[in-house]
C-alpha cells in the first residue's frame, strides 16, 4: 500500500517549482525520508530537490496527506528554500573534511620535499687546517664531531640521577 495519489499539483512559475499535494495510506506514519524517496520515484526528479513542507495524519485514520514542492534541480532549491540547521551543520562539517585532506596533503608534499633536501645538507665530519712553517706546509686532520640529538634516554637518566641525589641528601 504505498501507492501515492495526486491531491492537487500546481505549478509555480516564479519560484520555478510544482506545489504538490498528495495522499498516502499507511498503518505507520511515514518517515521524511520514505516520503522524499516515494516522491523522487513517482515525479521522477533528482534527489535532493524535493522539499516536504508537511505530512499529515487524522487520529485513527491511515491517510496522511504529505505537502511537498518539487524543484528542477538542487541548486534551485537551494535559491528559494531555506537551509534548516541540520542541513547547515552538515554543510560544515563536509568543508571542514575537505579542509582537513587538503592540508593532509600538503604537510604529506612538505615532508617529502623536506625527505629529499636533507641528504643534500650533510654535517661535515672532518676539516683541513693548514699549518704553515718556514719550511714547508702540513695538513693536519681535525675531527669535527656531529651535533648530537637528545634521545629519550638522557632524558629519562636525568631525573633518576637527581632523586637519587635527593635521596641520598635526606639520608645524610
Given at each position: 500500500?504505498?501507492?501515492?495519489?495526486?491531491?492537487?499539483?500546481?505549478?509555480?512559475?516564479?519560484?520555478?517549482?510544482?506545489?504538490?499535494?498528495?495522499?498516502?495510506?499507511?498503518?505507520?506514519?511515514?518517515?521524511?525520508?520514505?516520503?522524499?524517496?516515494?516522491?523522487?520515484?513517482?515525479?521522477?526528479?533528482?534527489?535532493?530537490?524535493?522539499?516536504?513542507?508537511?505530512?499529515?495524519?487524522?487520529?485513527?485514520?491511515?491517510?496522511?496527506?504529505i505537502t511537498a514542492?518539487?524543484?528542477?534541480?538542487?541548486?534551485?532549491?537551494?535559491?528559494?528554500?531555506?537551509k534548516t540547521k541540520?542541513?547547515?551543520?552538515?554543510?560544515?562539517?563536509?568543508?571542514?573534511?575537505?579542509?582537513?585532506?587538503?592540508?593532509?596533503?600538503?604537510?604529506?608534499?612538505?615532508?617529502?620535499?623536506?625527505?629529499?633536501?636533507?641528504?643534500?645538507?650533510?654535517?661535515?665530519?672532518?676539516?683541513?687546517?693548514?699549518?704553515?712553517?718556514?719550511?714547508?706546509?702540513?695538513?693536519?686532520?681535525?675531527?669535527?664531531?656531529?651535533?648530537?640529538?637528545?634521545?629519550?634516554?638522557?632524558?629519562?637518566?636525568?631525573?633518576?640521577?637527581?632523586?637519587?641525589?635527593?635521596?641520598?641528601?635526606?639520608?645524610?
Open positions: 500500500m504505498t501507492e501515492l495519489i495526486i491531491i492537487s499539483e500546481k505549478e509555480n512559475p516564479l519560484f520555478q517549482r510544482k506545489e504538490v499535494e498528495v495522499s498516502l495510506e499507511r498503518e505507520v506514519t511515514p518517515s521524511g525520508v520514505e516520503v522524499l524517496e516515494l516522491l523522487e520515484k513517482q515525479f521522477s526528479s533528482a534527489k535532493g530537490a524535493i522539499k516536504v513542507h508537511k505530512i499529515a495524519g487524522n487520529f485513527g485514520s491511515r491517510v496522511f496527506i514542492s518539487i524543484y528542477p534541480s538542487k541548486e534551485a532549491k537551494g535559491e528559494v528554500e531555506r541540520k542541513e547547515i551543520e552538515e554543510e560544515k562539517k563536509v568543508l571542514e573534511e575537505q579542509k582537513k585532506q587538503e592540508e593532509l596533503s600538503k604537510s604529506k608534499v612538505e615532508e617529502a620535499s623536506k625527505v629529499q633536501e636533507a641528504p643534500k645538507a650533510e654535517v661535515p665530519t672532518e676539516s683541513k687546517k693548514e699549518v704553515s712553517t718556514p719550511e714547508e706546509k702540513i695538513e693536519v686532520k681535525e675531527e669535527i664531531p656531529a651535533p648530537e640529538k637528545k634521545s629519550d634516554e638522557s632524558k629519562e637518566e636525568k631525573p633518576e640521577s637527581q632523586s637519587e641525589e635527593k635521596k641520598e641528601e635526606k639520608k645524610e
